[in-house]
């Protein structure tokens, strides 16, 4: 059986002697007349490249953890068949690592005047836009001997959302929210609160809440029933500065705080009230006004999709002003920011009683799980001197968050599973106890 391709030429080319082997490749197709006619009409056979027609479409966002699917669409105007291997090149943090070469590169066979599409699915590892690169396209002639290549652009982008993992904890938070709004009875009563109704007197109520004149018109004990207010204005700031890339884990600490504004955006905005965001560190980076509650969270989370941590130094008194700015009634300012002992003592406390003369302040900080292991550590002299450098950061911590306090600030201090729902409980707790 006669042999083709590149069976072919390595077979001819083995048979040679080692005389003609070394001179050149001229001298070895030239005793190949045959081969290397066959190996220019191979070339001349192959579909050229630069004519082929590109085009994209699928996914335009996806969340961070989750697949997007781009199809590519290659039509081919030539009157060759066209049979190719195609490299669908994007950024390496668009791929689950060494997954890559299996999931970009392509094989297809088009024939004349003819459109295929090939898929390529994305599972990026960062938020962020992740913008397609060239498309290379290597085209075969029938024998496979020589190929055309060349490359093209296709634009495409895909943004990468936060994944909001905290959403799991949102069914919980407005149970407790419908507690505060009235609807059970289990009622609160403070200074941002409003009469709702009147209900029979149970064991246990504030009796401050006994309505006498109700009572007097009817047998039974009657009482107050209270609901916190709606409408209150939350001014969500994150902190895009140098402490917020500070990686805690597997991610920047950024990561975290966006999780945790998007749980209480949610939060909120089921509860009636308003919800902004002020991304800053030098620079406004993000800012999110005056969107209905229904509008709010998709707003939210394509603005912080594109949020990176800035190498510099937040300049806390441009924070405060743009916050005073954008905040002009009493609201409450959710600062996600750090506890460090040096950032919030020279840059936050000199500026925080403008902040909080006109508004609530709550200050919320992603802590370090590995600093509370390093506390327990024992058994070597290694391990002692971990804990007490561990107890150190922890009382440097502490003595900061009392700082703040005393400034009438709430502080919330959790690890990232666990920022989120404390700061959402955080807010109930002023709402339940009408600081809103």
């Not at 190929?147 to 982008?157: C, D, E, F, L």
């Not at 609201?331 to 609530?360: C, F």
Request: aromatic fraction near 4%; include cysteine.
């Amino acid at each position: 059986m006669a042999l083709t391709g590149r069976a072919a030429l390595l077979a001819a080319l083995g048979s040679l002697p080692i005389g003609i082997w070394e001179p050149s490749w001229t001298g070895i197709l030239a005793v190949n007349a045959p081969l290397a006619a066959a190996c220019a009409c191979d070339f001349a056979l192959a579909a050229p490249v630069s004519r082929l027609g590109l085009t994209r479409s699928g996914d335009t966002s996806v969340r961070l953890g989750d697949t997007a699917d781009v199809t590519l669409t290659l039509t081919n105007p030539s009157r060759r068949p066209l049979r190719a291997r195609i490299r669908d090149a994007w950024p390496p943090s668009t791929w689950t690592p060494g997954t890559e070469t299996t999931a970009s590169r392509h094989r297809i066979t088009i024939p004349p005047g003819e459109r295929r599409r090939v898929t390529t699915r994305l599972r990026p590892t960062r938020r962020g836009d992740r913008q397609a690169d060239r498309v290379t396209i290597r085209s075969y002639g029938p024998l496979g001997l020589f190929a055309r290549q060349g490359t093209h652009k296709a634009p495409w982008t895909v943004r990468v959302l936060p994944p909001f993992t905290s959403r799991k904890h949102l069914p919980s938070k407005l149970a407790r929210l419908r507690e505060l709004d009235g609807r059970t009875s289990v009622l609160t009563r403070g200074e941002g609160t409003e009469f709702d109704s009147l209900r029979e007197y149970v064991p246990g109520d504030d009796t401050r809440s006994i309505d006498w004149r109700a009572t007097a018109r009817q047998t039974t004990v009657a009482v107050r029933t209270w609901r916190p207010e709606r409408d209150r204005h939350i001014l969500l700031v994150l902190d895009t500065g140098r402490t917020s890339a500070g990686r805690v884990g597997d991610a920047p600490r950024l990561d975290a705080s966006v999780d945790a504004a998007l749980l209480l955006a949610a939060l909120a905005s089921r509860a009636g009230d308003r919800v902004d965001l002020l991304a800053y560190d030098r620079n406004v980076r993000a800012l999110v006004q005056g969107r209905t509650a229904g509008d709010v969270l998709p707003a939210l989370v394509n603005a912080m999709a594109t949020l990176e941590p800035e190498l510099v130094e937040t300049n806390a008194r441009g924070l405060t002003a743009t916050a005073l700015r954008t905040s002009r009634r009493r609201s409450l300012i959710v600062l996600l920011t750090t506890l460090d002992a040096a950032p919030v003592e020279e840059g936050l406390l000199p500026v925080l009683p403008q902040l909080t003369q006109r508004h609530t302040v709550l200050l919320a900080s992603v802590a370090d799980p590995h600093i509370t292991e390093m506390a327990k550590a024992r058994g070597d002299v290694d391990a002692v001197y971990e804990a007490a450098a561990a107890a150190h950061a922890q009382s440097e911590r502490h003595r900061t968050a009392e700082q703040l306090r005393r400034h009438g600030v709430t502080v919330v201090d959790a690890t990232p599973d666990n920022l989120a729902p404390a700061l959402a409980d955080a807010y109930l707790a002023l709402k339940a106890a009408g600081r809103l």
